[in-house]
C-alpha cells in the first residue's frame, strides 16, 4: 500500500506564509500525477495545485498565482508554497499521489490523512 505523510500545516496571520510537503512511501513502481487538494468547513473539496510526472501545473483560479506546487521525484515529495494567504484559505489541505504499486497493476489513487490551514488575525 503507498501511504502519504503531509506536514506544514499551521495557524497563521493574513499575508503570512507556508509550505506544505508530502512524502509518499510503501510498495510502488512509479509515480504519476500528484496534486494538493482542500476542504473548508461546509464546502466540496476541490483541487487547489496539480503537476505531472513532466513537472507541468495546473492551478485553481482563483489563487491568482499566490501558490506554487513543485516535485522532487528523487525524494517521491510533493510541495505547495503557499504565499499571501487569506482567511478564506482556511481548510484541510489533503495531498493526492496517482500511482501504480507493481508495473502490471494500473494506476490508483491515494490520499494523505490532511493537514490544517488555519489563516486568522
Known amino acids: 500500500q503507498v501511504q502519504l505523510v503531509e506536514s506544514g500545516g499551521a495557524l497563521v496571520q493574513p499575508g503570512g506564509s507556508l509550505r506544505l510537503s508530502c512524502a509518499a512511501s510503501?510498495?510502488?513502481?512509479?509515480?504519476?500525477?500528484m496534486g494538493w487538494y482542500r476542504q473548508a468547513p461546509g464546502k466540496e473539496r476541490e483541487l487547489v495545485a496539480s503537476?505531472?510526472?513532466?513537472?507541468?501545473?495546473n492551478y485553481l483560479d482563483s489563487l491568482k498565482g499566490r501558490f506554487t506546487i513543485s516535485r522532487d521525484n528523487a525524494k517521491n515529495s510533493v510541495y505547495l508554497q503557499m504565499n499571501s494567504l487569506e482567511p478564506e484559505d482556511t481548510a484541510v489541505y489533503y495531498c493526492?499521489?496517482?500511482?501504480?504499486?507493481?508495473?502490471?497493476?494500473?494506476?490508483?489513487?491515494?490520499w494523505g490523512q490532511g493537514t490544517q490551514v488555519t489563516v486568522s488575525s
Open positions: 510503501g510498495t510502488f513502481f512509479r509515480i504519476n500525477g
Open positions: 503537476i505531472t510526472s513532466t513537472g507541468g501545473t
Open positions: 493526492n499521489v496517482a500511482a501504480q504499486r507493481f508495473k502490471w497493476e494500473s494506476e490508483r489513487n491515494y
